[in-house]
T-cell receptor
């Protein structure tokens, strides 16, 4: 079963705009990760935020985590066409596997 | 560091045939994972190895599925008597054993299986 739920399912913006994606999850976590997947290809890790962290930055990415609301958000600033991809949040599952959501499909048009 | 590699990248087979996929993790990564991803969905966990030991298996991994990681290096995933419902992208990932928590996983490009 998939624990994470991304919102929106699809997002279309123009280059230069910011893109915000949200993730909600159901059970307590140790950490939450965001991955990107270009069309039909493998996933690329973007950022990991631990449960005791509230915000983390990496380049044009900003991730927030609210454990009381069981939610996270991913902000991509100054979007580029190359950011077009599907974005997944993943929470830790029992053991060391990851539980992925269904993803947000982001389209950035020039 | 050449990344995680998977072979083949695409496999088309007829229903009832057996297929085997291979995954070569990043060297020195002792954790290896298999996931399955269908269209429009996120990856779903199948199984996990730490070195050569298969420590976890998802309920998704029916009796027709078997995975091995001999010598704790590459891994194979075999599907016997394939069904059309097995059509999916099979993703392999590896991670180093850095902490006692779930760490960053490095994914391969996947093997896309089509069962006719």
């Amino acid at each position: 079963s998939q624990q994470g739920e991304e919102d929106p399912q699809a997002l279309s913006i123009q280059e230069g705009e910011n893109a915000t994606m949200n993730c909600s999850y159901k059970t307590s976590i140790n950490n939450l990760q965001w991955y990107r997947q270009n069309s039909g290809r493998g996933l690329v890790h973007l950022i990991l935020i631990r449960s005791n962290e509230r915000e983390k930055h990496s380049g044009r990415l900003r991730v927030t985590l609210d454990t009381s609301k069981k939610s996270s958000s991913l902000l991509i600033t100054a979007s580029r066409a190359a950011d077009t991809a599907s974005y997944f949040c993943a929470t830790d599952a029992p053991g060391y596997a990851l539980n992925f959501g269904k993803g947000t499909s982001l389209l950035v048009t020039p | 560091d050449t990344g995680v590699s998977q072979d083949p990248r695409h496999k088309i087979t007829k229903r009832g045939q057996n297929v085997t996929f291979r995954c070569d993790p990043i060297s020195e990564h002792n954790r290896l994972y298999w996931y399955r991803q269908t269209l429009g969905q996120g990856p779903e966990f199948l199984t996990y190895f730490q070195n050569e030991a298969q420590l976890e298996k998802s309920r998704l991994l029916s009796d027709r599925f078997s995975a091995e990681r001999p010598k704790g290096s590459f891994s194979t995933l075999e599907i016997q008597r394939t069904e059309q419902g097995d059509s999916a992208m099979y993703l392999c990932a590896s991670s180093p054993k850095e902490t006692g928590l779930t760490d960053t996983q490095y994914f391969g490009p996947g093997t896309r299986l089509t069962v006719l």
